[in-house]
């Protein structure tokens, strides 16, 4: 494998911002990699030629191709480079197969929002790239000491190395989300060229099917997840989702490292979105942004009425129907609220039925608005996030840092990195927002009610917006967290 003492490491996943999001993955496929390069790592990431990606990479040129692989369509592999920010370019290996990625909808769905029917091959095709590019097999110059797998998509890049007998890259397997797996019927095993002997509980075999995420945590050599609390709550029912004895039998191999958020995108004393930037220690031009907002999407303009932001999938895992259940009486406080999102087209539906219902007080926007995402963040004086379970989740670090204090759940990462507003917590300087469990209607409307009794106290919010503002949730920290892991591979 390489022979630089430069640690070389091959970054496998289906989406990246700015090119192609659906939700967190996204975004640490952007930050996650320029932090390593900054620890002096040398990161490529491996991508699937999707249209969006084909038209934002610069530079591309072709590298290899790749016409014999026998469960698959030709492709070709492109190398080209991603701007994620002004002055950070980061190389990616392109994969160019019109066939398989060169269709209108997103990374893993229609237009319509139907699964692609082709996605184990789709996918496949990612893992299976993946896995020559690790090994001596691969047909370029560039070797990886590590591989590190994102989520299901590219879950069968360990399992194909593990049957490959040549010289090989470690792998890291990282979870995202355990509750999307990559499920698909077992036929698919020989379809996608893996020996039926790997169809057994102790391979990719998941409850009679084959599972894309189960293959990546079953072979990888080392396994990692976004927070330090979902390490935990994942090794149990009910957030293991079928993959607990697993995952508790690989407990010394798992490791929880909580996300960063990209600190100069995220940034109000600098952020181009905001109509004032403002800081903690000049916490009062947070109001103009209150202002624009509320204007902005139609509700009574009042700097004392306490305004409650939500930007979220619209799910059953978000908590969406709890924030529905609540609405009502939540505007009696009197309080307000915007939310931005989309997802389950009823909740969306009872959603925008409410704004219609209240809408002086209630505003609803379906869909995704970068820009109205940063002025949310900014404009609203508090952030509710009422998860059933959260891996990690970046909106509550986006809102500390917002000094906008977050309502959560008491789950995953927001437990990790969001700490209960109470007596101790504020004379101790730590308090940053408020935690609620368990995940019932009544109990995130005593969130609420607390958050608006504590907004009333202007000493105390400042306080806790400025206790928020001062935490650190740059990549920093994680990335030197894989950094380590990747060495203790490596020797």
């Given at each position: ?47 699937p ?16 191709e ?8 030709s ?12 002055s950070?370019?980061i ?8 066939g ?8 893993y ?16 095709l ?14 370029i ?54 020996p ?29 997840t ?5 390490a935990?709550?994942?090794?149990k ?5 079928g993959?607990?004895?697993l995952?508790s ?16 995108h ?9 109509t ?7 916490l ?57 999102g989309s ?6 539906h ?15 926007r ?21 998860s ?10 986006y ?15 927001l ?69 380590k ?7």
């Amino acid at each position: 494998m390489a022979s630089s003492r430069k640690l070389h490491v091959l970054f496998i996943t289906s989406e990246v911002y700015p090119l192609c999001k659906t939700g967190g993955l996204g975004d640490v496929s952007a930050a996650l990699p320029i932090a390593l390069r900054e620890l002096n790592i040398d990161v490529k990431l491996l991508l699937p030629g999707y249209p969006q990606v084909l038209a934002g990479v610069k530079y591309k040129s072709k590298v290899a191709e790749f016409n014999e692989l026998q469960q698959f369509p030709s492709s070709t592999l492109l190398l080209a480079r991603l701007s994620l920010n002004k002055s950070e370019n980061i190389p990616v290996f392109v994969i160019d197969c019109p066939g398989l990625f060169n269709r209108e909808g997103g990374p893993y769905m229609d237009t319509l929002g139907r699964e692609w029917p082709d996605n184990a091959l789709r996918f496949g095709l990612l893992s299976k790239i993946g896995a020559i590019l690790s090994s001596d097999a691969s047909p370029i110059a560039w070797h990886p000491h590590i591989t590190h797998c994102n989520d299901w998509q590219s879950g069968l890049t360990p399992a194909y190395l593990h049957f490959y007998h040549g010289k090989k890259a470690a792998t890291v397997m990282t979870i995202h989300n355990l509750a999307f797996q990559g499920i698909f019927p077992p036929g698919s095993v020989v379809q996608l060229g893996l020996p039926m002997d790997s169809f057994d509980m102790n391979g990719v075999e998941y409850y009679g099917n084959m599972s894309f995420l189960k293959a990546g945590l079953y072979y990888a050599d080392h396994i990692t997840t976004v927070s330090a609390n979902y390490a935990h709550e994942i090794q149990k029912e009910p957030l293991g989702f079928g993959l607990q004895g697993l995952l508790s039998t690989r407990r010394n191999n798992l490791t929880g490292i909580t996300n960063g958020i990209a600190i100069n995108h995220w940034n109000p004393t600098t952020d181009s979105y905001l109509t004032k930037n403002y800081s903690s220690k000049k916490l009062s031009d947070k109001a103009a942004n209150k202002h624009t907002l509320q204007q902005l999407m139609g509700l009574t303009i009042d700097a004392n009425t306490p305004l409650f932001g939500v930007i979220s999938r619209l799910n059953h895992q978000k908590g969406t129907d709890l924030l529905i259940q609540i609405a009502p009486q939540l505007i009696k406080i009197p309080a307000q609220l915007i939310v931005l999102g989309s997802d389950h087209a009823e909740l969306e539906h009872q959603l925008s039925m409410l704004a219609q219902t209240y809408p002086e007080a209630i505003a609803v926007r379906i869909g995704f608005d970068e820009a109205l995402s940063h002025l949310i963040e900014a404009g609203v004086d508090c952030f509710l996030m009422p998860s059933r379970f959260e891996p990690c989740g970046l909106n509550q670090m986006y809102s500390q840092r917002y000094g906008t204090p977050p309502i959560v759940h008491a789950t995953g990462g927001l437990l990790d990195t969001v700490v209960d507003c109470t007596p101790t917590t504020l004379a101790e300087g730590s308090a940053s927002g408020f935690l609620f469990e368990p995940v019932t209607a009544n109990s995130l409307l005593d969130a609420i009610r607390r958050a608006v009794q504590t907004f009333h106290n202007k000493k105390t919010w400042q306080q806790l917006q400025k206790n928020g503002m001062a935490k650190d949730f740059s990549w920093n920290a994680s990335a030197a967290a894989y950094q380590k892991i990747y060495s203790s591979l490596v020797r």
